[in-house]
């Protein structure tokens, strides 16, 4: 097993959970989120939204029906999850981090949702 250290230098100091000895990451892959210990939280929060903005643009592409009923659950699988996991975990203190997530949001809706 392999645990991310986000901070302290001291090489000595063995982690440990439970009786298991933890290896050292410099990055960890969780949800589909990467979380490196070299990234600011602004780039780590451009990284993930470049991510969800990209899925939305395969919606855009790819799938044939505008429904509600169609687009919906697959936003509801693919990128809110991952949107509200990024908030979570990353915690953006400044606003144009918060913008940056809220627009993936919103994005939903420029793929212009109808209900026929």
């Not at 990467?34 to 939280?41: E, G, M, P, T």
């Not at 939204?49 to 687009?71: C, H, M, P, Q, W």
Request: hydrophobic residues 40%.
């Amino acid at each position: 097993m392999q645990g991310l250290l986000l901070e302290g230098n001291n090489l000595l100091y063995q982690h440990r959970l439970g009786t298991d000895l933890l290896g050292s990451s410099s990055e960890e892959k969780d949800l589909r989120v990467l979380v490196d210990n070299k990234l600011s939280v602004s780039q780590q929060c451009a990284l993930g939204t470049k991510k969800d903005n990209g899925i939305l643009g395969y919606f855009r592409e790819s799938i044939a029906s505008r429904l509600k009923e169609v687009i919906l659950p697959l936003y509801s699988a693919l990128v809110r999850v991952h949107v509200e996991f990024c908030v979570q975990f990353w915690a953006p203190l400044f606003k144009k981090d918060k913008q940056l997530l809220a627009w993936i949001q919103r994005g939903l809706w420029s793929i212009s949702v109808r209900k026929d």
